[in-house]
Nanobody, 124 residues
Framework: QVQLVESGGGLVQAGGSLRLSCVAT????????MGWFRQAPGKEREFVAA????????LHEDSVKGRFTISKDNAKNTMFLQMNSLKPEDTAVYYC?????????????????WGQGTQVTVSS
């Protein structure tokens, strides 16, 4: 089992920045890929970004490219999402997730463990 705890969400004005963190505990040796997803009210959960835990390769969803950056600190078992130039449409609950296999993927069902989420609200 891997436990995930997100933090760093909040209320920010459009154009502002936030940095999300996700701390992993438990059987972290089984982590191969970590990802960020988000879910807005009334919408399905959607992919934001993913990172290879050992090699560091990344994948970002097109709508966040150039604005969001995923990164990690292996020593602290922590993943980050730096979000700049935030837009009202970025408002959602942001979740971190762990995949117990290699390969960067945007599919929610490829991820086995999920955090409880952190709310991000961007005002116009």
């Amino acid at each position: 089992q891997v436990q995930l705890v997100e933090s760093g969400g909040g209320l920010v004005q459009a154009g502002g920045s936030l940095r999300l963190s996700c701390v992993a505990t438990g059987r972290t040796s089984t982590m191969y890929t970590m990802g960020w997803f988000r879910q807005a009210p009334g919408k399905e959960r959607e992919f934001v970004a993913a990172i290879n835990w050992s090699g560091g390769g990344t994948l970002h969803e097109d709508s966040v490219k150039g604005r969001f950056t995923i990164s990690k600190d292996n020593a602290k078992n922590t993943m980050f999402l730096q979000m700049n130039s935030l837009k009202p449409e970025d408002t959602a609950v942001y979740y971190c997730a762990v995949r117990r296999a290699g390969g960067l993927t945007a599919r929610t069902y490829d991820y086995s463990y999920w955090g409880q989420g952190t709310q991000v609200t961007v005002s116009s």
